[in-house]
């Protein structure tokens, strides 16, 4: 599936200079151009397959990916009418944790990419986390998070990587013998675009490098310990740069037909928190696509949170320094629309759910948990599933679209919660952004669960902005960070309609639905 778009009629000058994005997320690629005011001129996006060898288990082709790339980078290029000497700088944003292993002679990945959403691991890491020290307690506590700021859990690219050294025939020969690369999606892209086999540039930033399970949360280095544990050795991993950094210039064979500095990279959500201007420390955002994420900037320093939630890197501008952030994940948001879709069948395109789910007026008393994947923040639980409780013969396919809506609402609140604790300050307003947002029924839901108002910005392409932001300060696009905080602007505010005796009784009915849903496959 692909599809150009122009955002301004198509009116494109070939003097005109560009920030050109690669957002590469779960479910698609796309290629961005945005200009001075930090609007998106053109872009072009296609899908790549979701494959799911065994129950639990998510791969990617990371092939296909690389072709998808090049696709949508030459298609927009075309369509817009402009080259190389148009683009100033080109910024990577990515679907995180997603682990790819690749023979750094052939440029041949060994494996299918494993996606950060897959649980193999999840008989690994109840093992793991057996062992004294390395566990979490009730606080919060115990070695793996005071190293990472993370926690065991199959979501990070350290135990996939150890993964595939373990069962990939030869891989773990390989590795040892300094023929392979490992990278996330960021690394992959970066790599092949300035060179591959030729010279290629394998880096990676620490947004990136701090979901892995392998990096220093508070030295921004690889931690030998954690590498010793998951026995994995160093020489495959990529250099750690700042976020904002020329890491190298794309070739002229390349999709972009020239050389340009690739000069920004971000993970997905660390992006989104940077295109919702989001700089000051205390302000926060919710990310809604295949999974949900919220982000909280916490400055500085890299503070534990004891209330189930991860301490991640925001972004960095110059080595050995970092500003922070706390970090809710929820795995499955936009992925469960997906599953009404492709599983269900229920509705033909995910827009379908804003109407079917307006025609009741609630949702009749029933709960969808999409848990998939196990539970994310704050509850961490690798053992639960997905279900649907409450149904009686009332119950409609209407009243489970709007239940689906209603979980991904429902999630965003318990995170919401945990954040609160954390950080000692209560949020009066969420800024927004996400392929979902445009979903007002969904906007409206999600300020009546919560009981304050949810803001959504001009620009929806917020991750893919965040990361033209870093990459276009690198080389003086933008000035510095007063141009961003400039260019945020407002399209809508939600405002909380329901009443607090309605709202307190929903959401414990979900938190009645969600306890019934852990310790499923122990």
């Not at 506590?141 to 135990?159: A, C, D």
């Not at 700089?279 to 295949?290: F, I, P, Q, R, V």
């Not at 994420?293 to 991640?312: A, E, H, R, V």
Request: proline share 3%.
């Amino acid at each position: 599936m692909a599809g150009i778009k122009f955002f301004t009629g198509g009116n494109f000058f070939m003097s005109s200079k560009y920030v050109a994005v690669i957002d590469q997320g779960t479910t698609s690629t796309r290629c961005i151009l945005f200009s001075k005011n930090g609007r998106p001129i053109a872009s072009n996006q296609m899908e790549h397959e979701q494959i799911f060898p065994n129950p639990g288990w998510v791969e990617h082709d990371a092939m296909e990916i690389w072709s998808r790339t090049q696709d949508v980078i030459r298609g927009v290029m075309s369509k817009a009418q402009i080259t190389s000497e148009n683009i100033s700088a080109i910024g990577i944003t990515n679907q995180r944790e997603t682990t790819i292993l690749w023979d750094k002679f052939t440029g041949k990945p060994i494996y299918n990419a494993i996606v950060w959403q897959c649980t193999r691991t999840q008989n690994f890491c109840e093992e793991w986390q057996k062992k004294p020290g390395w566990t979490q307690n009730d606080k919060g506590e115990g070695k793996v998070k005071n190293i990472t700021g993370l926690l065991i859990n199959p979501y990070f690219s350290g135990t996939k990587i150890r993964w595939i050294l373990d069962n990939v025939p030869g891989a773990r020969e390989k590795a040892e013998a300094g023929k392979l690369l490992f990278g996330n999606i960021d690394s992959w892209l970066i790599w092949n675009l300035t060179g591959g086999v030729n010279g290629g540039v394998h880096v990676t930033d620490v947004s990136n490098a701090s979901r892995t399970l392998l990096m220093s949360i508070k030295n921004l280095e690889w931690d030998q310990e954690m590498l010793n544990e998951l026995k994995i050795p160093r020489s495959i991993l990529p250099e750690i740069k700042p976020s904002s950094y020329i890491y190298g210039y794309t070739t002229d064979a390349g999709p972009f037909g020239g050389k340009i500095p690739i000069a920004g990279d971000l993970g997905d959500q660390q992006a989104a928190l940077f295109g919702q201007a989001c700089l000051s420390e205390g302000e926060a955002k919710n990310t809604y696509g295949t999974g949900c994420f919220m982000l909280m900037n916490i400055g500085d320093k890299p503070i534990q949170s004891k209330n189930g939630l991860l301490t991640t890197a925001f972004y960095s501008r110059e080595k050995n320094k970092c500003y922070y952030a706390l970090e809710g994940s929820i795995a499955i948001a936009g992925a469960a629309v997906q599953w009404l879709r492709d599983n269900l069948k229920i509705i033909d395109a995910a827009p379908d759910t804003e109407y079917f789910a307006s025609k009741v007026k609630d949702s009749g008393g029933i709960y969808f948990v999409p848990a998939f994947s196990g539970l994310f923040a704050p509850f961490w639980d690798m053992t639960a599933r997905g279900s649907i409780l409450g149904m009686t013969r009332y119950t409609r396919k209407e009243h489970l679209i709007r239940a689906t809506l209603e979980s991904i609402c429902y999630q965003t609140r318990d995170v919401i919660e945990a954040m609160e604790k954390d950080s000692g300050k209560k949020l009066t307003a969420l800024k927004v952004d996400g392929g979902a947002v445009i979903n007002n029924l969904l906007m409206q839901l999600q300020a009546n669960i919560l009981g304050s108002e949810v803001i959504r910005p001009v620009v929806n392409e917020i991750t893919a902005l965040g990361v033209a932001y870093i990459a276009g300060l690198a080389v003086g696009f933008w000035k510095d960070e007063g141009d961003i905080r400039a260019n945020w602007a407002i399209d809508k505010i939600f405002k909380c309609e329901s009443t607090e005796q309605d709202r307190e009784k929903n959401y414990n009915g979900w938190k009645k639905a969600v306890e019934k849903c852990k310790n499923w496959t122990n």
